[in-house]
């Protein structure tokens, strides 16, 4: 059985540090055990055992006013140790304002502040979110869900994607390198012919699982329960899921369907930090499924993994079409669809696809890029983001732009992190060209104000902007030229209006040319690709489908 994991506190002052232990046991003794160091020399010895040992290191909480090693440098230095360890700074007043700094500069996660009494506001609060969303990206060694399979396997990619994409803790065994991988796949009665392999808690093993099947094996439903629902919400991004949650809190019968991972294109960013009310940020899969529980728990059914492939008008009511042919009636439709990373077209990028070249999926292979170079295609958010999380692993990270800077296209606060991390560094002016390797990637040509260079690589990340998933609505709906669909007013400009639109009234804000039918989030001509519009949006729509219902 493993080990609990474990909390650390460190303080000089034993008086404090006493109170410390005595409110950390007394709340997390149950699920982790608690350790205390009296001075940052000996919490980073402790640190060094621990990792020796590979015991789980949760959370270490320091005082920022210690002789010899600050709270902020220790808390630095832990993260070099246990990249995913919360790192949290016990401050005084009068320090509030480094603290926050530190935020930035250390990647600190919470600083809570002297005195914390009483602890059952002050401090557990804050302890539990830090520690359970520590618990969503732990994987327990040799418990829990296994994956086997081989590195530059695409599939194998798709499948660790996917259970990412869901938050799922699982272990990764490379069938090439790992001794145990070897051993597991022979006691299940399988052959490298049948990689990847995902091996349950309970011992059951499935040989190149459909994602189907391991949806109903963690809990998802891939099937509607009802035979009419007041709106369907197509796709589970930001806008789709508060769709999902304001329609069920205002007692809409709501059904969410998705085809691949909640969060959509928002839910692969590692580290969101302009969302308001997250001022140490949170990860894009982190805010999804909180909003899936959300919206669970205020009753709105949920498809995962399924697909959407046609919508028709029926005596009224809106009429879909699922993958496996089976059919769901609303009254009303909230289209969610979200946008998809346009794909780089230079020679080799389709052979080494999902082996060693990527999309949007930095938190899926960022552990496998340990010292080695990676580079990222790219220039916005979304870039940077991965840029950051990438560097926590990656010997060096390189920004591939094609201008002179990211400030055109990418935040201040973003820019700012990136100048700060010693092994980034951006190549202006410069284009892949190409990708080499036998069957993984090896090398990019670069082509750098017009000369061509080879460079070895280890990953390619690519980050070059979006195109809206709509291809199969496109005909129902009235799309621009770039496929993203036109509501509202836009709609009513749009010479195809005329003849489409056969209602009394005109559309509504966020109405397609289909009455009933609303478009929201980011495959809406129009909308502004942030996480905070593509809610708001998500729950604009609702109120629209209120008035369309009433009608």
Not at 191 to 202: C, G, I, M
Not at 376 to 390: E, P
Request: charged share 25%; hydrophobic share 40%; glycine share 8%.
């Amino acid at each position: 059985m493993n080990k609990k994991p474990i909390i650390l506190a460190v303080d000089d002052d034993v008086q404090v540090l006493n109170a410390v232990d005595r409110d950390l046991r007394s709340e997390f003794r149950r699920d982790y055990r608690v350790l205390r160091a009296g001075s940052g020399e000996e919490a980073l010895d402790t640190l060094r055992e621990l990792r020796a040992r590979e015991e789980p290191l949760a959370l270490i909480l320091a005082d920022q006013r210690m002789p010899g090693m600050e709270g902020v440098e220790l808390l630095s230095e832990a993260r070099s140790i246990f990249p995913d360890a919360k790192r949290v700074l016990l401050t005084a007043y009068a320090d509030t304002e480094a603290a926050i700094r530190a935020i930035n500069n250390a990647r600190l996660d919470h600083y809570l502040m002297k005195p914390w009494d009483p602890p059952q506001q002050l401090l557990y609060p804050t302890l539990h979110d830090l520690l359970a969303a520590w618990q969503r990206e732990y994987s327990p060694k040799f418990s829990g869900l296994r994956l086997v399979g081989f590195q530059w396997s695409p599939l194998s990619h798709e499948i660790k994607d996917f259970l990412t994409g869901y938050m799922v803790g699982f272990q990764w065994l490379d069938f090439e390198t790992n001794a145990e991988a070897q051993e597991l796949l022979t006691a299940k009665g399988f052959s490298a012919t049948d990689l990847p392999v995902v091996v349950f808690e309970d011992g059951e093993a499935l040989a190149r699982p459909a994602k189907t099947d391991l949806a109903q094996r963690m809990g998802l439903t891939i099937t509607a329960k009802q035979e009419l629902y007041d709106v369907v919400v197509i796709g589970a991004g930001p806008s789709g899921l508060a769709a999902a949650v304001y329609g069920a809190s205002e007692g809409l019968k709501t059904l969410i369907i998705e085809r691949q991972t909640f969060g959509g294109q928002a839910g692969t960013s590692s580290r969101i930090e302009n969302y308001l009310g997250f001022p140490t940020g949170l990860s894009g899969a982190e805010l999804a499924h909180r909003a899936w529980a959300q919206a669970v728990r205020l009753g709105a059914e949920i498809l995962a993994p399924q697909e959407v492939v046609d919508l028709c008008v029926q005596d009224g009511y809106k009429v879909l079409t699922l993958t496996d042919g089976s059919k769901v009636r609303t009254r009303a439709v909230v289209l969610t669809t979200g946008v998809s990373y346009r794909t780089l077209d230079v020679p080799g990028i389709d052979r080494l696809s999902g082996a060693g070249v990527y999309y949007g999926a930095a938190r899926t292979e960022a552990r496998s890029c340990d010292q080695q170079d990676v580079y990222i295609v790219g220039g916005g958010n979304s870039a940077g983001q991965a840029a950051m999380y990438l560097a926590t692993y990656a010997r060096r990270v390189f920004i591939v732009i094609r201008g002179a800077s990211l400030a055109a296209s990418m935040s201040a606060y973003l820019i700012d992190q990136i100048s700060d991390t010693p092994n980034i560094e951006i190549l202006p002016f410069t284009e892949v060209a190409e990708v080499c390797g036998k069957d993984h990637l090896e090398e990019v040509v670069l082509k750098i104000n017009g000369q061509f260079e080879k460079r070895p690589a280890r990953a390619l990340f690519v980050f070059i902007g979006a195109k809206p998933s709509t291809e199969w609505v496109c005909n129902t709906v009235i799309c621009d030229n770039k496929g993203f669909m036109l509501t509202g007013r836009d709609l009513v400009t749009d010479p195809r209006y005329a003849t489409s639109w056969k209602h009394s009234r005109e559309p509504y804000l966020l109405e397609t040319c289909v009455p009933g039918v609303f478009a929201a989030g980011d495959s809406r001509a129009g909308a502004m690709a942030r996480v905070a519009s593509a809610v708001g949006e998500g729950s604009m729509a609702i109120k629209f489908v209120h008035q369309y219902l009433d009608e």
